[in-house]
């Protein structure tokens, strides 16, 4: 097998993910999903862009998994990046931040205003994301 470097593209898969999902007006669960995982994708490209893409960079992203908020930190941007840990369902249960794309996946209802709120932080970093992946510096 080739060197793990060869296996991952974080900057193309967030560039397609987010492209999809601005694409689409319905804006329904499905492409929630989508957007989940082009910010968590930008991210990664973006850590990997100031830290190079060695083995030990690519396995700390695979530990760190869907956890935005690890990633956020470990790129060093604005706290205001950062996403609640909990947002809830319409039931009032608690669903951590890294796992809303399962409920998104698994149809799971979140109350309305979370939701939205979710979606927009998702938004809000993509936009930050597509603009410094174009640029020189990170920072933000």
């Known amino acids: 097998m080739g060197d793990l470097r060869e296996c991952y593209d974080f900057k193309k898969a967030f560039e397609e993910h987010y492209i999809l999902y601005l694409d689409n007006e319905s804006k329904n669960d499905s492409l929630k ?3 989940f ?3 968590e994708c930008g991210l990664k ?3 990997i862009r100031e830290r190079g ?3 030990d960079v690519l396995d700390e992203m695979k530990r760190i998994g869907h956890k935005l908020n690890m990633l956020v930190q470990k790129l060093k941007i604005a706290e205001n990046y950062r996403f609640p840990e909990n947002i809830y369902d319409n039931k009032n249960h608690p669903i951590v931040h890294h796992k809303v794309h399962e409920a998104w996946r698994y149809g ?6 979370d939701n939205q709120t ?3 932080k998702l938004n809000k970093l993509a936009s930050f994301l597509s603009e410094k992946l174009k640029s020189k510096s990170m920072k933000g």
């Open 33 to 35: 999903m989508v957007l």
């Open 37 to 39: 995982y082009a910010v």
């Open 45 to 47: 490209a973006a850590i």
């Open 53 to 55: 893409d060695t083995i």
């Open 108 to 113: 799971r209802d979140i109350a309305e205003k």
């Open 118 to 120: 979710f979606e927009d």
